[in-house]
């Protein structure tokens, strides 16, 4: 795509200075109401980077055949979980939607055709229910990128690449997962229990971790080739590609920063990172 092209597509979103890009571990649906550390580490980040005009979040929880981004006005919150208590299923998070910003991001991207959904979809918690405490007053218009569970890691990267220029715009991306997620074999005993962690597990963050610091994104993107702690770590892919789409806009002069690292329930991460 020629550059004249890129900046005809992105002509009616303001120029601002690059925003950083953040990928957040979102953790237990609960978040959303409680207070605790990882609350106030989203509370935190919210203040050490530029207001944005807009947010495009990738959730691990919107996979979809095809790549599609939500395109309505008014997105809805989707309660997508259950056996919470009813205060969570109250929780309404109203922030607008943005078509045109839809119709922005369909057209950078030229690597997949990507579908406008002005209808079906929404924000789910892997979105709301973090973004919610980054913007509690919900002014900031959000759309959401969806996961193509056909594709492979290779492919989400090489699609992230392509929504650089948003960022120069005021767009903040985020994506929202967990880096090691292993829901089967979590301790739920000793979800109290302070930095406890199976051992594959902390072994797997901090490998994960050194790679990003590293800027080392072609092992993260070859991650079934890392050992049996990834394995197990990442047992399905839906929780950790969204940490490739943050990893994808990284600039060669930027730095990766972690925030919320810390383990639950044995094998589960809350690390967040910030790219700036």
């Known amino acids: 795509m020629k550059l004249k092209e890129l900046g005809n597509m992105t002509a009616h ?15 237990n649906p609960m978040n959303a109401i409680e207070e605790n550390s990882f609350v106030t580490g ?4 919210s203040k050490e980077i530029p207001r944005p005009s ?22 809805k919150t989707i ?24 119709q922005q991001t369909k057209n950078i991207v030229t690597k997949t055709e990507i579908g406008l959904d002005d209808s079906h979809w929404g924000l789910d918690h892997g979105c709301w229910s973090v973004v919610k405490h980054l913007y509690p007053s919900a002014d900031i218009p959000v759309i959401q990128l969806s996961l193509d569970y056909t594709q492979p890691a290779l492919y989400h990267y ?6 650089a220029p948003l960022r120069e715009k005021g767009v903040l991306v985020v994506g929202s997962g ?12 000793k979800m109290e229990t302070p930095g406890f962690g199976y051992d594959w597990a902390l072994t797997a963050r901090e490998k994960m971790k050194k790679l990003i610091l590293e800027s080392d994104h072609q092992s993260l993107i070859q991650f079934k080739s890392l050992g049996k702690e990834f394995d197990l770590s990442i ?6 590609l969204p940490l490739l789409y943050t990893l994808a ?23 967040s990172v910030k790219i700036a």
């Not at 979103?13 to 953790?27: A, D, N, Q, W």
Request: proline share 7%.
């Open 13 to 27: 979103l303001s120029h601002t200075e690059k925003m950083p890009v953040l990928f957040l571990g979102h953790g």
């Open 42 to 45: 989203f509370r935190d980040i």
């Open 54 to 75: 807009a947010i495009l979040c990738i959730s691990a929880h919107w996979e979809t055949r095809g790549s599609f981004v939500t395109a309505m006005e008014k997105p």
């Open 79 to 102: 309660h997508d979980f259950g056996g919470f208590p009813k205060a969570l299923f109250d929780v309404q998070y109203p922030a607008p939607g943005s078509p045109e910003l839809a």
């Open 158 to 163: 090489e699609l992230a690449k392509q929504l």
């Open 178 to 189: 967990n880096m090691v997620h292993n829901l089967r074999m979590a301790a739920w005993d």
């Open 235 to 240: 047992p399905t892919p839906e929780h950790f």
């Open 249 to 271: 806009l990284q600039d060669k002069n930027e730095q990766a920063s972690f925030f919320n690292d810390e383990v639950i329930a044995g094998s589960l991460t809350m690390t």
